[in-house]
C-alpha cells in the first residue's frame, strides 16, 4: 500500500524505449532526450531491441550514448520493456518509458519527475499526447468498465461521438489541467521504479495493447495514483512498427482487450459476462480485420 508524503531528494531519472524495426524514428527520440531535462545527456538510456539483426538500431543507440539490449526472441512490448528498466543503474528512481516515435518537449522528463515527486502515492506520470497533426491524443483514460469498455468497443468506429467513448477517453480539445487518471497512455510515461518494481512491472501476458491499462488499474489497486501532468508536453508521429499488417493488429489488440476484461471481472458468478465479452469482442475484431483488408486489396 503506498504512503503519502516527500520522496527522497534528487532522485535519477533514466529512460527506456522498445524498438522493432525504428530506425527511422530512434534518431529523433534519442535527440530530444538530451532537451529533455536540465541534467541532458547524464540520463541514462536503454534501447531494447525486439527485431535485432535487422537495421541500425544498434549504431544508433551507440552513436547517442545509449544502451542497447537486444532480445533474444519477440516477446511483446511489455517484456521487452520490463528488461530495459531492469538494465538501467540500481540508483534510477523515476524511468521514462516510451515508444522511438515520440519527440518529447522541452523539460518534459523535469515537469513529470516534479511533478510525481509531490506524493510518493503517484506511481505514474503521464504528459500531453499531441498527435503529428497537433491534435491532442486523450491519453489520461478511465479504466474499462463494463458500460464504458463494451460500449467504446461497439461503437467507437460506428458513432465517433457516443457517450462511451467520451467518458472512457475523457475526450478534450485541449489540456483540462491536471488530474488523476484511471489509467495514462504507456507510448510515453514516467513510473516510479520501486512502484513499477513492487507490482512486478507490465504483466509479459500482453504481447500488445493494453498493458499500460493493466498497469494504471493495478496501480491503483495498490493504493497509488496515476497523474496527468499536461504542462509536461510530447508529440506521437504514428505507430509505425504496427503499420505493416494493420489487420493483424487489430486482432492482437482485441486478444489484449478480452484478457484485461476477463481478469478484471473474473470469479465464477460472471462466467456469462466474460462469454458475452469474448464473443463480441471476437466479432467485432472479424469485422474490422475483413473491412482493412478489403481496403488493402483496393489500394
Given at each position: 500500500m503506498a504512503k503519502s508524503g516527500g520522496s527522497a531528494s534528487s532522485p535519477r531519472l533514466g529512460?527506456?524505449?522498445v524498438s522493432y524495426g525504428s530506425e527511422s524514428v530512434l534518431p529523433a527520440f534519442l535527440e530530444s532526450v538530451a532537451d529533455s531535462t536540465a541534467g541532458g545527456g547524464s540520463v541514462p538510456v536503454v534501447v531494447v531491441d525486439n527485431l535485432p539483426g535487422e537495421g541500425d538500431a544498434h549504431a544508433l543507440a551507440d552513436a547517442a550514448g545509449a544502451q542497447y539490449?537486444?532480445?533474444a526472441s519477440n516477446l511483446g512490448y511489455g517484456a521487452a520493456a520490463n528488461a530495459a528498466i531492469a538494465a538501467l543503474p540500481a540508483d534510477v528512481d523515476w524511468v521514462l518509458i516510451s515508444n522511438p516515435d515520440v519527440v518529447l518537449g522541452s523539460c518534459v522528463l523535469d515537469l513529470l519527475r516534479e511533478a510525481g515527486d509531490e506524493d510518493a502515492a503517484i506511481a505514474s506520470v503521464?504528459?500531453?499526447?499531441?498527435?503529428?497533426?497537433?491534435?491532442?491524443?486523450?491519453?489520461?483514460?478511465a479504466v474499462p468498465s463494463l458500460r464504458t469498455g463494451v460500449g467504446h468497443a461497439m461503437f467507437a468506429n460506428l458513432w465517433p461521438g457516443n457517450p462511451w467513448s467520451k467518458r472512457y477517453r475523457n475526450d478534450a480539445e485541449a489540456p483540462t489541467g491536471r488530474r488523476d487518471a484511471g489509467w495514462l497512455s504507456?507510448?510515453?510515461?514516467?513510473?516510479?521504479?520501486?512502484?513499477f518494481d513492487e507490482l512486478g512491472g507490465f504483466d509479459p501476458g500482453y504481447f500488445m495493447y493494453f498493458?499500460?491499462?493493466?498497469?494504471g488499474y493495478r496501480f491503483g489497486r495498490h493504493g497509488y495514483r496515476n497523474l496527468y501532468e499536461p504542462s509536461a508536453r510530447v508529440t506521437h508521429?504514428?505507430?509505425?512498427s504496427t503499420n505493416s499488417d494493420?489487420?493483424?493488429m487489430i486482432a492482437v489488440h482485441h486478444t489484449s482487450a478480452r484478457r484485461f476484461l476477463?481478469?478484471?471481472?473474473?470469479?465464477p458468478l460472471l462466467w456469462p459476462v466474460r462469454i458475452a465479452l469474448t464473443a463480441g469482442l471476437t466479432i467485432r475484431s472479424a469485422i474490422i480485420g475483413r473491412r482493412i483488408r478489403r481496403q488493402e486489396s483496393q489500394s
Open positions: 529512460v527506456v524505449t539490449l537486444p532480445m503521464g504528459p500531453a499526447v499531441y498527435n503529428a497533426d497537433g491534435t491532442l491524443y486523450p491519453s489520461a483514460r504507456g507510448s510515453c510515461l514516467l513510473v516510479r521504479r520501486s512502484a498493458e499500460d491499462v493493466d498497469l508521429t504514428g505507430a509505425h494493420s489487420a493483424k476477463a481478469r478484471k471481472y473474473s470469479g
